[in-house]
T-cell receptor, first 112, second 116 residues
């Protein structure tokens, strides 16, 4: 079983739709959480950090449930430019430091 | 300000050959990481430099992979001899020295390696 699990999709939605992605992680020692965005044949880019209280950045809302070890990303009013792969990433203690663990990503396709 | 740059963007080599990938991190970033994404799989950690020192190389697949960061600036990752299973996208990432728990990485655009 992967340490960070995501539904690979693709999620195919019309412009203007609201779409939600889920992610679960297995290591309860994980400390911090992120969503990265990766466009086709490009590098991953940090979209937003995920805080326990939930946080919002424009049309994007991230939630964390530590008890269930579950992270979500909600995108409202989808734009064509939101089409990309969304990577769930957790940072967990490893020896005396931390290590980022990546999910395989969820692919989003926004159609006109 | 320049981002993380990687060279080459693509490399096609035959099994048994040697390939060297280069990464130039963002200026002033002490942390430099190598990651790899094999087709259909998640991005996986290979190793981590702090300045010129290898902090963690637990993700290196085997001794055919050698990473260096002489002088604490750019880094190279050499694969010798390359095998078919080494094919994938090799990403380099950097970050400033600081809070590793909330670390935010900046990635290069990657090197697509194809071993035939």
């Amino acid at each position: 079983r992967k340490e960070v699990e995501q539904d690979p999709g693709p999620f195919n939605v019309p412009e203007g739709a609201t779409v939600a992605f889920n992610c679960t992680y297995s290591n309860s020692a994980s400390q911090s959480f992120f969503w990265y965005r990766q466009d086709c044949r490009k590098e991953p880019k940090l979209l937003m950090s995920v805080y326990s209280s939930g946080n919002e950045d424009g049309r994007f809302t991230a939630q964390l449930n530590r008890a269930s070890q579950y992270i979500s990303l909600l995108i409202r009013d989808s734009k064509l430019s939101d089409s990309a792969t969304y990577l769930c990433v957790v940072n967990r203690p490893m020896d005396s430091s931390y290590k980022l663990i990546f999910g395989s990503g969820t692919r989003l396709l926004v159609r006109p | 300000e320049a981002g993380v740059t990687q060279f080459p963007s693509h490399s096609v080599i035959e099994k048994g050959q040697t390939v060297t990938l280069r990464c130039d991190p963002i200026s002033g970033h002490d942390n430099l990481y190598w990651y790899r994404r094999v087709m259909g799989k998640e991005i996986k950690f290979l190793l981590h430099f702090v300045k010129e020192s290898k902090q963690d190389e637990s993700g290196m697949p085997n001794n055919r992979f050698l990473a260096e960061r002489t002088g604490g600036t750019y880094s190279t990752l050499k694969v010798q001899p390359a095998e078919l299973e080494d094919s994938g996208v090799y990403f380099c990432a950097s970050s400033q020295e600081g809070d590793r728990k909330n670390e935010k990485l900046f990635f290069g655009s990657g090197t697509q390696l194809s071993v035939l």
